[in-house]
């Protein structure tokens, strides 16, 4: 049984997972279709095919990337939900859950920061900033949404 000091910290990590997990799903897929659609486009308009397809192909690895990170958070969400529930769930089990799920968030992470560095490598002085201006549009867009909603 956990300690009733300690309950509240696992409760309210859940609570917050859970919460962002579903603003994630329901405000965000939109936008970041759109950003990923934009910078689709724009790759497409690079003359050299060879750094076009280098472009591509990170491009996809980010998009796997990205669907990966909500199918494991949303995995570690079920998982957890029917963990917090269990009145025989033992400490070292949920930190150990708990960790595991750390342990791949942060190396999905870490994939997605070399795709970030690779791309950078790939394009043109021009091509990245224009890149990251598209970055600062889709962050436009989600705090827009935000107020919206």
Known sequence: MLKHSNYHI??????????????SQKSHDKPQKEALSNLTTYIDTIEDPMRKEQMQNLILSMEKNINLFKKEQEKFISIASTMFYDYDISREELNRHHKAWITRRIQIQKDLINIHFDMRE???QEEWEHITSLQDQRFDMLKQELKDN
């Open 10 to 23: 696992y409760i309210s990590l859940f609570l917050i997972l859970f919460l962002s997990f579903g603003c």
């Open 122 to 124: 790939v394009a043109t």
